[in-house]
């Protein structure tokens, strides 16, 4: 913690990276010359000398009278004694100065402030987090709504949110509700929080979402005003190494947006005070039985699914649909007595195959995965299992807990039924047509979806690719290659190879119509600062449209944060409609952020689409890889003609997109997220 404070000060004292890595340097080693301090630390002798010189002027280094000069450090604590100096001085000047400072500023201040920037602000670290949670708590009039785990609302308390809650005046007023997954670990925590709330007299209401559906992402919604979304660390990082990243907005439309996602859940949740006591007195619905052994959960529920007259709804895991197409006998079975299945699962690149094959006999949507398997059968029987588990698995590894029940009771069956059915109202069904498809199109021109708008004869083509190995580089390759790349220059499109280096993710999105969006294509990077344009966060946007060599996801917009690569860009792209729809953003307005197998992208401005009307209003996507590390290197051409070579690692990817009329759910079959990419690109001429 000392070496932190030490580096913070110096960076208030006004000292950049690299002068604070030099200052410390002498600090530890003494009187030295230039080229000492240069051959230790590994930087140029030029650039070095002159920070040195910098230095010296800021009095934080001395030099001596001898030719060649020796450097030393300026004792940390004369240091800290100017810069204690430095702030009294200042607070002193502002004291004695503040009533003029603030008539000359009543003298040219605006009769009507000016609306809100909308904007995004990444927050790094979890007591800037919370703090900035107590600051939304505070300003609190009317509501706030929170999506979050048991973990984290226990960790709010222990952070004091409780209690700033609890010392608000209106506390008793405004309307505090949270969801949260209960688990058999987590009555406890919950009733205490409970508790603890009613003795403060807060306004405090938990609701459990039903199925099982996991209450991502966490978020803090306040008065629909703004919100704060965390960016879920991996699932394999140790919980005490884990360090929160939160993205805050006060756009109106993305805040709206996840209003809407939060109603949506607390519709269909139960409430957790009578949800805790379920789970402490291990009471189960009327007319209900647990199963407590893998023999009799089996026997059970084959029973049921043979003796099925009319109608099942099955929400599964990806893996049940493996096993299920298997079971032909079964399959069979339903089809000769005409019995309508309707099953919720996750669509993967795994299991593509076997839900094309057993889409002959049941209807298929795309559904995330839940923590619960749920069966009804006939309206009349409903199967639940917490722990969903294939023939092959062993589903008791103790015969004390509670892994599934049954129950035939007519109301509890009912309301699961609505459920299911609203989740299959706005489920996707599945497409051959995966990303992967869609990225090396076959030559044919016919229009899979039949709803494309042609272009003129312009138009120069698409990216393509031209060439896919996988396994052709391996991730220690690719690493070395991102920390050993040098930063190359790159002005001409036509002339000049440039570098990317960073992570990126693509998705294909077949929106629903109330989104008055045709098919997309959005491509996103974040690129570091070795790129050869620097640190850069920009994404691609591209529709499925008509071209004079067939149809094509073609680039219709592009958006970046760097002025610098604006121009290049708009080469890149000569012959789309992108290259004449760039659009140059802050930072504050467009984020793209990356921790572990996530990537986050948002926008808080609309972007207009090429050909018109279409316009992708303020957005949020999100990118949750999966499965085994896939290698890989791809070669690809540009409109222009220029040669693009990919080498990455990288997973499918679940598409979450976060749009004004509601979230959108895509299959793992319809994302790729690179988490590490170097992409090299060379000018036509480069052949």
Known sequence: MGEETVEKILKDFGLTEKEIEVYVFLAKHGVLKSREVARQIKKDKAQVLRILKSLQSKGLVESTLEAPKRFTAV????????????????????????????????????????????????????????????????????????????????????????????????????????????????????????????????????????????PFPRMVIRDDEEALLFITPTAETPRAKQVDTGIWTNCKTLVQTFAS???????????????????????????????????????????????????????????????????????????????????????????????????????????????????????????????????????????????????????LVAKTEAVLNDAWKNALAPSSVTLESILNPPTSSIDPFHKAKPLGS?????????????????????????????????????????????????????????????????????????????AEDWLTVSLWLETPIGYRYVPVAHVTDNSEALEFRKGVYTGTPASHNCQLVNKDQFQVQVHGNTLFAGWTVPIPLLPPPYVLPPSCILFEGYGELKTAVTRMRSPLGRTQVNESNGFNAFVTFFHPASKYSGPGTDGIFNRDVILTAYPPSAE
């Open 75 to 214: 004792p940390f604590e004369q240091v800290l004694d100017a810069f204690v100096k430095s702030k009294r001085d200042e607070a002193t000047l502002i004291e004695s100065t503040k009533k003029d400072l603030l008539l000359y500023w009543k003298s040219i201040g605006k009769t009507k402030p000016e609306a809100p920037l909308e904007k995004f602000v990444v927050i790094e670290g979890n007591s800037k987090i919370y703090s900035k949670i107590s600051q939304m708590i505070t300003e609190t009039k009317n509501h706030l709504s929170t999506i979050s785990t048991v973990p984290s609302l226990v960790r709010a308390d222990q952070m004091g949110l409780f209690d700033v809650v609890a010392s608000h005046p209106l506390r008793s007023k405004i309307q505090l509700r949270f969801l949260t997954e209960l688990t058999d670990q987590s009555p406890n925590a919950i009733k205490a929080l409970l508790k603890k709330a009613s003795k403060a007299k807060i306004n405090f209401r938990g609701k459990n979402p039903d199925l099982g559906l996991r």
């Open 261 to 411: 996602v939060f109603e949506d859940l607390w519709r269909n949740a139960t409430d957790t005070q009578q949800e805790t006591v379920d789970v402490e007195t291990g009471r189960s619905p009327p007319k209900t039985f647990t199963i407590s052994t893998a023999e009799k959960l089996r026997e059970k529920y084959d029973e049921a699914l043979n003796s099925a007259k009319k109608e099942i709804i099955l929400m599964t895991s990806s893996q049940d649909i493996n096993d299920l197409w298997k079971n032909t006998t079964l399959l069979g079975g339903w089809s000769e007595k005409g019995v309508s299945v309707r099953i919720l699962a996750p669509t993967t690149v795994e299991n593509l195959k076997a839900i094309q094959q057993l889409s002959k006999y049941c209807e298929i949507r795309h559904f995330p995965e839940s923590r619960l398997k749920t069966t009804i059968i006939d309206r009349t029987h409903l199967f639940q299992f917490r722990n969903p588990a294939s023939k092959q698995e062993t589903i008791v590894k103790d015969t004390k807990s509670e892994y599934g029940f049954y129950t035939s009771d007519s109301e």
């Open 458 to 534: 312009h138009f120069k083509g698409s990216v393509r690719v031209e060439e896919y190995e996988q396994g052709a580089i391996t991730e220690k390759d690719v690493l070395n290659k991102i920390l050993n790349a040098k930063r190359i220059i790159a002005k001409d499109p036509l002339k000049d190879m440039n570098i990317l280096c960073g992570s990126s993710a693509s998705a294909v999105i077949h929106p629903p119509a109330h989104f008055n969006l045709p098919d997309t294509m959005i491509n996103v990077w974040h690129c570091d600062k070795q790129s050869s344009w620097g």
